[in-house]
């Protein structure tokens, strides 16, 4: 590992262009569960499809609307931790930076990150599930789950649910961001969920070094310029540090 973190450190150290990629696994050392972890992952407890698509929402808008506002709690009362930390460190050093993250959590920003492009969509916005856009407290008839005061229609958390298209323009700016960087950074992702899990192959094409951060071997660690087998809150500060 040594080794390794030290060719990735320089790496890093010589990138005019770095871009990040973050999953679950990031925030789990805050205490926020992963999805596909087999003790304590999410979709170990539920099944997606009862609670992650519109489909669901539509016939059991309660269960649904429920489970995310325990989800939300949580995300509220934890903190970012030292592998956010690192990554804000990063962007302050590093001429371009872009951090595609699939986590709805909102961490990296409150962690202070500036460039941030959030696929999957943010837990604690709230959206019209008829129209899409986004709505306050003001703009929303008390229930649960609450109505669109416009047009009447539920309110959904503004996360991105299986079978729907990514918010408008992220994954154009990711894969812009991905086929210009030096070195692509794949942190705490099982890589399986698409389109985010074909960024690093993206990049490996596009001639960059990718470095992955994960304890457990993913779909990329076997095409990964680097592999450092650990805790994101443990490696990435030693990493940029
Ligand atoms: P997963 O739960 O699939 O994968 C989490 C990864 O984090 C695993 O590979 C773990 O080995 C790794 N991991 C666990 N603890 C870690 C730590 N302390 N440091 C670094 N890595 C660690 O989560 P994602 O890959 O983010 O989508 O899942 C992708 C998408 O699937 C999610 O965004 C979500 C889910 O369904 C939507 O909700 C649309």
Same mark, same amino acid.
């Given at each position: 590992?040594?080794?390794?973190?030290?060719?990735?450190?320089?790496?890093? #150290?010589? +990138?005019?262009?770095? +871009?990040?990629?973050?999953?679950?696994?990031?925030?789990?050392?805050?205490?926020?569960?992963?999805?596909?972890?087999?003790?304590?992952?999410?979709?170990?407890?539920?099944?997606?499809?009862?609670?992650?698509?519109?489909?669901?929402?539509?016939?059991?808008?309660?269960?649904?609307?429920?489970?995310?506002?325990?989800?939300?709690?949580? &995300?509220?009362?934890?903190?970012? *931790?030292?592998?956010?930390?690192?990554?804000?460190?990063?962007? *302050?050093?590093?001429?371009?930076?872009?951090?595609?993250?699939? $986590?709805?959590?909102?961490?990296? !920003?409150?962690? =202070?990150?500036? $460039?941030?492009?959030?696929?999957?969509? *943010?837990?604690?916005?709230?959206?019209?599930?008829?129209? =899409?856009?986004? #709505?306050?407290?003001?703009?929303?008839?008390?229930?649960?789950?609450?109505?669109?005061?416009?047009?009447?229609?539920?309110?959904?958390?503004?996360?991105?649910?299986?079978?729907?298209?990514?918010?408008?323009?992220?994954?154009?700016?990711?894969?812009?961001?991905?086929?210009?960087?030096?070195?692509? #950074?794949?942190?705490?992702?099982? $890589?399986?969920?698409?389109?985010?899990?074909?960024?690093?192959?993206? !990049?490996?094409?596009?001639?960059?070094?990718?470095?992955? &951060? $994960?304890?457990?071997?993913?779909?990329?660690?076997?095409?990964?310029?680097?592999?450092?087998?650990?805790?994101?809150?443990?490696?990435?500060?030693?990493?940029?540090?």
């Amino acid at each position: 590992m040594d080794e390794s973190l030290d060719r990735a450190r320089a790496l890093l #150290l010589g +990138a005019q262009r770095v +871009a990040v990629l973050t999953g679950a696994g990031i925030s789990a050392e805050s205490g926020i569960p992963t999805f596909r972890d087999a003790m304590t992952g999410l979709w170990s407890q539920f099944r997606p499809e009862d609670l992650a698509t519109p489909e669901a929402f539509a016939a059991n808008p309660k269960t649904v609307w429920d489970w995310y506002a325990s989800r939300r709690e949580r &995300v509220a009362k934890v903190a970012p *931790n030292a592998g956010h930390a690192a990554l804000v460190a990063l962007e *302050n050093r590093t001429p371009h930076f872009t951090l595609i993250t699939q $986590n709805v959590d909102g961490l990296h !920003a409150r962690a =202070g990150s500036r $460039n941030v492009i959030e696929l999957h969509g *943010n837990i604690m916005v709230d959206r019209c599930f008829a129209e =899409g856009c986004v #709505l306050t407290s003001a703009d929303e008839i008390p229930g649960t789950p609450p109505r669109c005061a416009r047009c009447g229609a539920l309110v959904r958390p503004g996360v991105v649910w299986f079978g729907e298209a990514l918010p408008p323009n992220t994954l154009d700016d990711a894969l812009a961001a991905t086929k210009r960087c030096d070195v692509f #950074l794949s942190i705490g992702t099982s $890589n399986v969920v698409e389109p985010a899990a074909s960024l690093p192959f993206t !990049a490996l094409q596009a001639g960059a070094a990718v470095i992955e &951060v $994960n304890p457990e071997r993913t779909p990329l660690s076997a095409r990964a310029t680097i592999v450092l087998a650990g805790a994101a809150g443990e490696v990435l500060p030693r990493l940029v540090g």
